[in-house]
């Protein structure tokens, strides 16, 4: 398979043969899913999506991506959760490090900036003070059109562009993906005449980065999105194979069953390339929304290395023992650095001559890996060959399918999120909203 999941490390922890014991339930979980029988059925679009997607919304947003390029300075993405993560992981992931501070002159495309993710007035108004002079497009992201964060941010900058601009030119500058009849969000759009989207009705939120909510702003980007779709395509042939030892996705699945009956209650998704980090946000909402229920679940953790070696890696090596690590590893990075010759080697780091950056890292990889195994953590590595568009298109499906056989072998409904409508529930309530 294109990516690999290696369990050699974890051996001391986890057999071959404890993992191809559970082959009848991964195969009842293959079933449920693929013949859509199980819980939250009415939510598997995500599964088919890499072959079914719609190609005409799909030009659409290749269009009108490149408008924004053409016409904008910043494209300001409004959303939360599900419609926020992953456009953040791809952007993150896939672009230059210091992307939105290179100078328009090396950066041919907008900044992506995300908003409406939290309530924070102050972050509000520093963006606005960091808007001034620059042209600015708008792509609103909501399912339900209704998210309390996301509508608020909507409409302190709807009104900001109707001052900036005039309704007629905000009408070319504002796009709306939602429901394609329902929601607060729709209704404006269709007052309004906004350019909108559909999510469609099968994919929930933290299942729909490769549907227009993700693919908008990553296109905006200038990722490929043709090269993504291509991997989840890659992704939903080779990880269709009900045979256990040969779907890495399916081991992985299992593996954190096996681990969470034996007491390993947290895992950590450990890179040890910072641009992961949204990457890793998006896969703890993915988890943790869909597992943590009835009292049940692992709780994604997320731990970026070498810097939290520093940090937590005392806790990790030598703490409670309810941990379990996936560190996904980068074969070939996206660029290097040789470490030269020094003189006077006061830094004392001659010996590194001849080495580069990335050797290093992959030593501090290795030498984690080791004492960590030695510490009692079974560790487990997801090898990728390289980091691009492809690569990220197969490792969202990758996920997202692990995600649904592992929700079904814990036994939970792994496309429903009851639990977050509580704070919800109590924040109306305290706000005086009607009906509450
Ligand atoms: O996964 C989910 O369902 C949530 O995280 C939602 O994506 C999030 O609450 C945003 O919802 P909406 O797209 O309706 O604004």
Redesign the pocket.
């Known amino acids: 398979t294109y990516l690999t999941f290696n369990v050699e490390n974890a051996k001391q922890f986890i057999s071959k043969n404890d993992i191809l014991s559970v082959q009848d339930n991964t195969n009842a979980a293959h079933e449920k899913l693929h013949e859509k029988t199980g819980a939250g059925n009415d939510y598997l679009g995500w599964l088919d999506l890499p072959n079914t997607y719609d190609k005409s919304e799909y030009q659409k947003i290749e269009q009108c991506a490149k408008e924004i390029q053409r016409n904008s300075d910043i494209l300001l993405v409004i959303?939360?959760?599900?419609?926020?993560l992953g456009a953040r992981a791809a952007i993150e992931l896939l672009t230059h490090s210091f992307q939105n501070e290179l100078t328009n002159k090396k950066r041919s495309v907008p900044k992506v900036i995300f908003v409406g993710h939290h309530m924070s007035a102050t972050y509000i108004n520093d963006l606005i003070e960091m808007l001034d002079g620059q042209d600015v497009s708008i792509n609103v992201?909501?399912?339900?059109?209704?998210?309390t964060e996301?509508a608020i941010a909507f409409r302190i900058f709807k009104k900001y562009m109707e001052k900036k601009y005039g309704k007629d030119e905000v009408r070319k500058r504002i796009y709306v993906t939602t429901d394609q009849e329902r929601g607060a969000l729709k209704t404006i759009a269709n007052k309004e005449k906004y350019q909108t989207f559909v999510?469609p009705d099968d994919v929930?939120?933290?299942y729909?980065v490769l549907t227009s909510v993700g693919l908008l702003p990553i296109a905006v980007s200038g990722i490929s999105i043709d090269e993504m779709m291509d991997g989840a395509k890659k992704a939903s042939e080779e990880l269709s194979n009900r045979n256990l030892e040969e779907n890495p996705c399916y081991q992985y699945a299992a593996v954190r069953n096996i681990l969470y009956e034996r007491g390993k209650l947290i895992e950590l998704l450990v890179s040890y390339e910072p641009s992961f980090h949204y990457f890793q946000e998006w896969w703890k909402?993915l988890f943790g929304?869909s597992e943590g229920k009835n009292g049940k679940g692992i709780f994604p953790a997320a731990a970026s290395f070498s810097t939290d070696l520093h940090s937590l890696g005392q806790y990790i090596q030598d703490g409670e023992r309810h941990l379990f690590q996936t560190i996904i590893h980068v074969e070939e990075p996206k660029s290097d650095i040789s470490i030269e010759y020094d003189e006077s080697n006061e830094d004392g780091l001659n010996y590194l001559v001849g080495k580069t950056v990335n050797e290093v890292n992959d030593k501090a990889f290795e030498g984690a890996l080791l004492a960590h195994t030695e510490g009692g953590v079974p560790s487990f590595v997801i090898q990728l060959p390289k980091l691009d568009a492809f690569t990220f298109g197969y490792l969202v499906y990758f996920f997202e399918k692990a995600c649904a056989i592992s929700g079904y072998l814990l036994g939970v409904n792994p496309f429903d999120?009851p639990g977050?409508e509580d704070y919800k529930r109590n924040m109306f309530r305290l706000l005086g909203k009607p009906t509450f």
């Open positions: 959303g939360i959760g599900g419609s926020y992201i909501s399912k339900s059109g209704t998210t996301s999510i929930g939120g933290r729909s909402q929304e999120q977050v």
